[in-house]
Nanobody
Framework: VQLQASGGGLVQAGGSLRLSCAAS????????MGWYRQAPGKERELVAD???????DYKDSVKGRFTISRDNAKNTVFLQMNSLKPEDTAVYYC???????????????WGQGTQVTVSS
């Protein structure tokens, strides 16, 4: 299984970025997908995730600013980030839960990380 993330970059505070992460591989289907982030000197934290049927969960500090979505046909998860703040600066990692058959959860897989930098 491979995850290819894209869309990071440098943006001014108040700006927007859209992250994408495409998953591929010999898996029955991809389950919950989402994004974590890790800032320098801090632990990796969950930003948002979305189940296969579209249920979402967000870190409190990004609610109302970030929107997670997915395209099951393309095995791709998106993170639309608006009203960005300097404290959103981090490396963002996508991940996916996998299923080896309709009832059996397999391993989780991670993307390579994409840098998001928000200047003040």
């Amino acid at each position: 299984v491979q995850l290819q993330a894209s869309g990071g970059g440098l943006v001014q505070a108040g700006g927007s970025l859209r992250l994408s992460c495409a998953a591929s591989g010999p898996i029955f289907w991809f389950g919950t997908m989402g994004w974590y982030r890790q800032a320098p000197g801090k632990e990796r934290e969950l930003v948002a995730d979305i189940s296969r049927d579209g249920n979402t969960d967000y870190k409190d500090s990004v609610k109302g600013r970030f929107t997670i979505s997915r395209d099951n046909a393309k095995n791709t998860v998106f993170l639309q980030m608006n009203s960005l703040k300097p404290e959103d600066t981090a490396v963002y990692y996508c991940y996916t839960e996998t299923f080896t058959d309709p009832w059996t959860i397999g391993d989780n897989y991670w993307g390579q990380g994409t840098q998001v930098t928000v200047s003040s």
